[in-house]
């Protein structure tokens, strides 16, 4: 079986190989926080991991945004950020 490698193809592959370690180095370098963010600085689904000592020997925290409204102006209204102590996985 032969493929057809033209130019654009070469191209296309390439790109999509570069994006995908990308990727993957951005989301290896975000590392674990040492405390939590500010409320509103999360995007809404935005996870980031937090050791801050509050969660049981093991486990680390993972917050969760909940996003920020339009005008960015924080009320007592603004939906919070959550949080829950799950599974620390083993050092790669």
Request: proline fraction near 10%; charged fraction near 20%; charge should be positive.
């Amino acid at each position: 079986m032969r493929f057809d490698l033209s130019p654009s193809r070469i191209f296309v592959l390439g790109a999509s190989a570069a994006l995908a370690v990308g990727f993957s180095l951005a989301a290896s370098a975000q590392g674990i926080l040492k405390k939590p963010p500010q409320q509103g600085v999360l995007w809404g689904g935005e996870i980031v991991f937090v050791d801050d000592g509050t969660c049981p020997s093991g486990q680390i925290k993972m917050v969760i945004g909940a996003g920020r409204p339009k005008n960015e102006i924080i009320l007592d209204t603004t939906p919070k950020d959550t949080s829950k102590c799950i599974v620390r996985p083993p050092p790669s």
